[in-house]
């Protein structure tokens, strides 16, 4: 749908068997108004003369409908690319700019390069996500063995019986529970390495080693309310910029992403932005009880972890306000001879999972 001056304009896309867009149609008038046409990767051509289109040609000449394109993705016409939603694809080269996390066919030698996509074979598979393509061939097996059964245990597809309506009522049953047998397995795999990432990732955001993970941002945010009574930065004996933020460990070699606060035992800790409890517990590093608020800044989502808590006072799902008391100074995850101290550090995430820590104002 289209709006056009208050007045709806409907039109149709054809897809091809990959959910390429190919044709948009005019619903009023069945014309076409556009055609596209692209390789077997993904790159753009001319539909008449299969030549290659340069960027310039792509940008300017030919529109595409919500933006997407080839498998229906989205195109980044400017940059040549296409957003596969998990990773950018490039379709000159015919492989992703990043790798995939996980290999998940290690016995088959296509898959062992984690840029390629589909397994090198685009004219038979596409790739939703980005990622995976588990639930396409758990529909392809389900539906191979389920109507090879419903044929007698026949498991040549020409000697099936088409003209049954057997064979079909097997094929569209089998591909729907297949695809629920795929997508789950996904979601398991995917849910299983998101929470290891983020296990690991919350481990180390005290900031000794997140290396590449993180980077410093430059972001103002407004002061927030001091987490402890005195505001004052943990020292340690041999380094009085231990607890501030930035290049401060190691002769200025180690980054530290946040703040420590110091204080005793049992101190209250406040929170130092409103926002909405969004987990507890961060890690062995951090500690059982340290506490993530996610907190709405200059219109940007942060997220701000209280480190080394002794104990809690607030539950996922709360909303506080700045100056709250969240939970209780502790030395969960703090090494002997370190003073005691809560660490607050505030960040966000950036492009590939990156995390972009600010300096706590």
């Known amino acids: 749908i289209k709006q056009n001056g208050g007045n709806p304009a409907w039109y149709y896309l054809l897809r091809d068997h990959l959910g390429s867009i190919t044709h948009v149609v005019d619903a009023s008038t069945n014309t076409t108004l556009y055609e596209y046409s692209f390789d077997a990767w993904g790159r753009m051509r001319d539909p008449a003369t299969w030549n290659p289109y340069a960027p310039s040609q792509i940008a300017l000449s030919n529109p595409f409908v919500a933006g997407s394109g080839y498998t229906g993705h989205e195109h980044l016409p400017w940059f040549s690319m296409i957003n596969m939603n998990g990773r950018l694809y490039d379709p000159l080269v015919g492989q992703f700019l990043s790798p995939d996390n996980n290999v998940q066919f290690p016995d088959f030698t296509q898959n062992l390069n984690r840029y390629g996509y589909c397994l090198n074979n685009p004219l038979k598979y596409n790739d939703p996500d980005g990622e995976w393509f588990i639930t396409a061939l758990a529909m392809l097996a389900n539906m191979y063995v389920s109507t090879s059964a419903a044929n007698g245990w026949q498991f040549n597809p020409a000697k099936w019986d088409w003209g049954s309506p057997k064979t079909w009522v097997s094929l569209l049953q089998s591909g729907i529970s297949g695809y629920a047998i795929g997508s789950g397995i996904e979601n398991y795999i995917k849910d299983t390495y998101k929470n290891l990432s983020h296990d690991f990732m919350e481990s180390e955001s005290g900031g000794e080693s997140f290396g590449k993970n993180a980077e410093f941002l430059n972001d103002k945010i407004p002061p927030g309310n001091s987490p402890t009574v005195t505001g004052e930065i943990a020292p340690t004996s041999v380094n009085k ?116 820590f600010v300096r706590h104002a």
């Open 241 to 356: 910029n231990y607890g501030k933020f930035g290049m401060t460990r190691d002769g200025g070699l180690n980054p530290h992403f946040g703040k420590d606060f110091k204080g005793n035992l049992a101190d209250d800790v406040f929170g130092s932005y409103s926002g909405e409890v969004s987990k507890i517990g961060l890690g062995p590093d951090l500690g059982p009880y340290a506490v993530r608020i996610k907190s709405e800044i200059n219109g940007l989502n942060y997220f701000v972890d209280y480190g080394y808590l002794a104990a809690n006072h607030v539950n996922v799902g709360d909303y506080i306000n700045a100056g709250d008391i969240i939970g209780y100074m502790g030395r969960e995850g703090i090494r002997n001879g370190y003073p005691t101290h809560v660490h607050v550090a505030i960040w966000r995430y950036l492009l590939n999972g990156i995390r972009g």
